[in-house]
């Protein structure tokens, strides 16, 4: 066994074990390898662990490993910038980092040039720290509202990353992002389908399970420092 395949094998016991803490079925969370600064041969080793959704967050490295492994699952998970769009929207999974209703207008549009609806989630700025991307609670709102005129969108739900430091100290960080994520539920907009919250990396995933993830973005849990 590879110390990648070893390595999975250890995330995939602890995800069952936060899923058991907050009684939930581990089947409901999507474990995502992000493969920033790793090379072809480990996300080779990594597929063949049985890992088969993997998130990027630069445009050239995802349309390159994605041109690769075509046949996997790609999230484009980084900050998007609306001149990269082209290369990203009808190719990525899940776009996880839309951060204003502007990206929101240019996914739309370049999703309808393509003839496809891409599916994307809201990210969004919990912790209110300047250092972060992300929207605030009126913003989503607002963009959750626009998605109603936005056909070539679906919004799937909500992305944010919590203050590094210690585990528990993130919890009330996702915590407020699943109480955001039922209040923008409530709204009834037949453009969304708010199912799917991304929060949880490699240091405090347990923590964001026990708070409702249904997606944990993990590298070096997965690919070492």
Not at 90 to 115: K, M, N, P, Q, W
């Amino acid at each position: 066994m590879s110390a990648i395949a070893e390595r999975y094998r250890k995330v995939l016991c602890e995800v069952a074990d936060a899923a058991d803490v907050a009684g939930r079925d581990p089947a409901e969370v999507t474990v995502i390898a992000v493969t920033k600064t790793v090379g072809v041969s480990e996300v080779r080793q990594a597929i063949a662990a049985g890992v088969h959704d993997f998130g990027e967050n630069r445009a050239q490295e995802f349309t390159g490993k994605q041109g690769l492994f075509p046949h996997e699952r790609w999230h484009f998970i980084g900050s998007l910038q609306t001149n990269k769009v082209k290369q990203v929207v009808g190719r990525a999974e899940l776009i996880h980092s839309v951060d204003s209703l502007h990206l929101l207008t240019a996914v739309d549009a370049r999703a309808r040039e393509a003839g496809v609806v891409q599916p994307v989630l809201l990210q969004v700025n919990v912790s209110h720290e300047a250092s972060k991307h992300g929207m605030e609670f009126e913003e989503a709102e607002e963009c959750v509202r626009a998605a109603c005129g936005l056909p070539g969108v679906l919004v799937r739900g909500l992305m944010t990353m919590a203050p590094l430091g210690r585990p528990e100290s993130a919890r009330w960080v996702f915590r407020e992002c699943a109480d955001w994520m039922g209040r923008l539920q409530s709204m009834h907009c037949d453009a969304v389908d708010l199912c799917e919250l991304s929060m949880g990396m490699s240091n405090d995933f347990r923590v964001a399970i026990e708070e409702g993830a249904t997606i944990v973005r993990v590298g070096r849990a997965l690919f070492g420092r």
